[in-house]
């Protein structure tokens, strides 16, 4: 299957100051990827979608200018928290499609989010 | 719009014992379906798909589904469990556009004792 690659798996960061998180489609061009969002014991929730030369579309109540998503490329979509803050902790998964009809999703390795 | 929902947050069978997890759609639309599970700290791994060519769908590790229209449902079943089959399983439904994000159910944790 294909492989979509995360990075970091793991990071500490101190409150203020921003973290990238980057999310990598290692074999296959994926014009469009997904951030999702995860607290503990809990589903998985969408908060943007991320589309390649083009602006994201975020989800309701998700803050644009605090979650920074750029889509450079066909294989590389990274995700910046911005003036990160304790509450913003949690486990952040990207993942991606194969193009053409319903195809399953393939999910990065997620990326354990620790503010301090 | 389209949502599932699984019903038991927290499921636990004796290994060897018939796995059965719950999972109920609502879409306008022909749905696309799929159950994922997820170890602690890991992403998501596939387990099977529905794609309107089967009801009955066989997946990975033993586990299949089926798709029934009239319950709207797509529940989830192991004949056996096994101990490494404890982890989280989450029902995902999708529209058939290409490019449109998967929405998942609140996940059910499963257990398995020896």
């Known amino acids: 299957g294909a492989v979509v690659s995360q990075h970091p798996s793991r990071v500490i960061c101190k409150s203020g100051t921003s973290v990238k998180i980057e999310c990598r489609s290692l074999d296959f061009q994926a014009t469009t990827m997904f951030w999702y969002r995860q607290f503990p014991k809990q589903s998985l929730m969408l908060m943007a979608t991320s589309n390649e030369g083009s602006k994201a579309t975020y989800e309701q109540g998700v803050e644009k200018d605090k979650f920074l998503i750029n889509h450079a490329s066909l294989t590389l979509s990274t995700l910046t928290v911005t003036s990160a803050h304790p509450e913003d902790s949690s486990f952040y998964i990207c993942s991606a499609r194969l193009t053409g009809m319903n195809t399953e999703a393939f999910f990065g390795q997620g990326t354990r989010l620790t503010v301090v | 719009a389209q949502s599932v929902t699984q019903l038991g947050s927290h499921v636990s069978v004796s290994e060897g014992a018939l796995v059965l997890l719950r999972c109920n759609y609502s879409?306008?639309?022909?749905?696309?379906l799929f159950w994922y599970v997820q170890y602690p700290n890991q992403g998501l791994q596939l387990l099977l798909k529905?794609?309107?060519?089967?009801?009955l769908v066989k997946g990975i590790n033993g586990f299949e589904a089926e798709f029934k229209k009239s319950e709207t449902s797509f529940h989830l079943t192991k004949p056996s469990a096994h101990m490494s089959d404890a982890a989280e399983y989450f029902c995902a439904v999708s529209d058939s556009q290409a490019g449109t994000a998967l929405i998942f159910g609140k996940g059910t944790t499963l257990s398995v004792s020896s």
């Open positions: 529905y794609t309107s060519a089967a009801t």
């Open positions: 879409s306008s639309v022909p749905p696309y």
